[in-house]
Nanobody, 118 residues
Framework: QVQLMESGGGLVQAGESLSLSCLAS????????MNWYRQAPGKERELVAT???????NYADSVKGRFSISRDNTKRTVYLRLNTLKPEDTADYYC????????????WGRGTRVTVSS
């Protein structure tokens, strides 16, 4: 059974930092492109950051320079470091995995909430 389990969300003040983790089980982690999405109240889910199987990264313009995605294949974990947080970063953050060999195979975590107060 595939499971993606996020952790690390919480309540912080604007300007502070937070680190999210996503532990994967039931998949060959190194075969998967890993993504972090977020969904703010009343808004659509948006892609925040991506890390390929080879470690290449991409970011949404809104977080570029503030957020950093990384992965540790030995721990089957993907991380998202959130720096200089803003109130508009408040959202539920979701981990997503997509198999690079078969893009139909993709999985979601249940999300972790990040709340940034002004």
């Amino acid at each position: 059974q595939v499971q993606l389990m996020e952790s690390g969300g919480g309540l912080v003040q604007a300007g502070e930092s937070l680190s999210l983790s996503c532990l994967a089980s039931g998949i060959i982690f190194s075969h998967y492109t890993m993504n972090w999405y977020r969904q703010a109240p009343g808004k659509e889910r948006e892609l925040v950051a991506t890390i390929s199987t080879e470690g290449s990264t991409n970011y949404a313009d809104s977080v570029k320079g503030r957020f950093s995605i990384s992965r540790d294949n030995t721990k089957r974990t993907v991380y998202l470091r959130l720096n200089t947080l803003k109130p508009e970063d408040t959202a539920d953050y979701y981990c997503h995995a997509r198999d690079t060999f078969d893009s139909v195979l993709n999985y979601w975590g249940r999300g972790t909430r990040v709340t940034v107060s002004s």
